[in-house]
T-cell receptor
Framework: NAGVTQTPKFQVLKTGQSMTLQCAQD?????MSWYRQDPGMGLRLIHY???????DQGEVPNGYNVSRSTTEDFPLRLLSAAPSQTSVYFC?????????????FGPGTRLTVL | AQKITQTQPGMFVQEKEAVTLDCTYD???????LFWYKQPSSGEMIFLIY??????QNATEGRYSLNFQKARKSANLVISASQLGDSAMYFC?????????????FGSGTQLTVLP
């Protein structure tokens, strides 16, 4: 059971480049989300999805796009990378129903924008 | 608006002693869940313990327990018999259970160092 997987683990971009961070889960979770973690701060929500075809913005959505064509995959697209997007990105998933909606996190992607 | 406050940026504890990591929260929703995650230096986020707002008893998971004081809006993590491997960043988080959002709101974290 792979859980939540993310690729790549590390990435260096130049300002203005675009790229897609991949996230996949094999637990049949309806809910998936993307967070970023900056030094000295907790995780902040970028975008989330409650099911295939449904996405919504979180706390810091600017500069990022998402789509959810399948239950398993939830890619995050950086449209035009900026140095302010240098961060560690985490993907997470959980069941939507039920009181104990524990979110399981992927290993993270460390992104540097030069 | 949801808010999580962790007032201890760093904590030290002697090996085998107990330590309490503080967490206070602010919400007007009666239905919510509180979570603690551990982030070791390797970077992954590890789920530790969960407390529901309607749970009558404090949650426990092995050496971890959650001191839940609903009226004070606090959810402190207690680690008993600290081990060197407990050295990590610890995050408190809250999730509303009503509505479709389900997003976690995180505190800024507490860096715990266990001393030999």
């Amino acid at each position: 059971n792979a859980g939540v997987t993310q690729t790549p683990k590390f990435q260096v971009l130049k300002t203005g480049q675009s790229m897609t961070l991949q996230c996949a889960q094999d637990m049949n979770h309806e809910y998936m989300s993307w967070y970023r973690q900056d030094p000295g701060m907790g995780l902040r929500l970028i975008h989330y999805s409650v099911g295939a075809g449904i996405t919504d913005q979180g706390e810091v959505p600017n500069g990022y796009n998402v789509s959810r064509s399948t239950t398993e995959d939830f890619p995050l697209r950086l449209l035009s990378a900026a140095p302010s997007q240098t961060s560690v990105y985490f993907c997470a998933s959980s069941y939507v129903a039920g009181a104990k909606d524990t979110q399981y996190f992927g290993p993270g992607t460390r992104l540097t924008v030069l | 608006a949801q808010k999580i406050t962790q007032t201890q940026p760093g904590m030290f504890v002697q090996e085998k002693e107990a330590v309490t990591l503080d967490c206070t929260y602010d919400t007007s929703d009666p239905s919510y869940g509180l979570f603690w995650y551990k982030q070791p230096s390797s970077g992954e986020m590890i789920f530790l313990i969960y407390q529901g707002s309607y749970d009558q008893q404090n949650a426990t998971e092995g050496r971890y327990s959650l001191n839940f004081q609903k009226a004070r809006k606090s959810a402190n993590l207690v680690i008993s018999a600290s081990q060197l491997g407990d050295s990590a960043m610890y995050f408190c988080a809250m999730r509303h259970l009503s509505g479709s959002a389900r997003q976690l709101t995180f505190g800024s974290g507490t860096q715990l160092t266990v001393l030999p």
